[in-house]
């Protein structure tokens, strides 16, 4: 049975740092990896989607990869500011569904 | 163009009573997807509807919960007989569908479930 796991639950951090989400999971025979952000009381917005064939994606200062054979992925965030605080989600994809994680809680404080 | 969108935002329902939720998809997708996120639980699969195939049900956790979709488009989940263990957010979320992949889901608000 698929797991994934998200460390750490919680990360406080001054506005500037660069910082670097953790995400591993149990089976790596996934079709994709997929990262979300929640705030509070929303749903989920996509960050990035990384397909299995795939290493890493871009998208303005948010990086993700994805390391299939070690089931790891990490989601690297650079210049951090306040309003990136929110709950960002790690899930993969192996059959229908989305597995997710529990979430990192990022705090980041001006 | 517009997201996924789902009603009612907030629901309170007694404990016995049924509730009705609503999800609208993105236009043009193919695939929609129910989850349920519950404090300490996170998110779990639900359901699964593509295109005209037998929906995967595998996620529903009691014969109380169904879900309908009409039309390949607007989907609704049903509680018969709600609990209190109920009480969760209900999210909903569309995609182009399965192939190969996969494709990226995309959410909408979310349906606040309180069984009082």
């Known amino acids: 049975k698929q797991e994934v796991t998200q460390i750490p639950a919680a990360l406080s951090v001054p506005e500037g740092e660069n910082l670097v989400l953790n995400c591993s999971f149990t089976?790596?025979?996934?079709?994709?990896l997929q990262w979300f952000r929640q705030d509070p009381g929303k749903g989920l917005t996509s960050l990035l989607l990384i397909q299995s064939s795939q290493r890493e994606q871009t998208s303005g200062r948010l990086n993700a990869s994805l390391d299939k054979s070690s089931g790891r992925s990490t989601l690297y965030i650079a210049a951090s500011q306040p309003g990136d605080s929110a709950t960002y989600l790690c899930?993969?994809?192996?059959?229908?569904?989305?597995?997710f994680g529990k979430g990192t809680t990022l705090s980041v404080s001006s | 163009g517009a997201g996924v969108s789902q009603s009612p935002s907030n629901k309170v329902t007694e404990k016995g009573k049924d509730v009705e939720l609503r999800c609208d998809p993105i236009s043009g997708h193919t695939a929609l997807y129910w989850y349920r996120q519950s404090l300490g639980q996170g998110l779990e699969f639900l359901i699964y509807?593509?295109?005209?195939?037998?929906?995967?049900k595998s996620g529903l956790p009691s014969d109380r919960f169904s879900a309908e979709r009409t039309g390949g488009s607007v989907s609704t989940l049903t509680i018969q007989r709600t609990q209190q263990e109920d009480s969760a957010v209900y999210l909903c979320?569309?995609?182009?569908?399965?192939?190969?992949?996969?494709?990226?889901?995309?959410f909408g608000p979310g349906t606040r479930l309180t069984v009082t």
């Open positions: 509807f593509q295109g005209n195939s037998a929906p995967d």
């Open positions: 979320a569309s995609s182009l569908g399965i192939r190969g992949g996969g494709y990226e889901q995309y």
């Open positions: 899930a993969v994809q192996a059959g229908t569904a989305l597995i």
């Open positions: 089976d790596s025979a996934i079709y994709n």
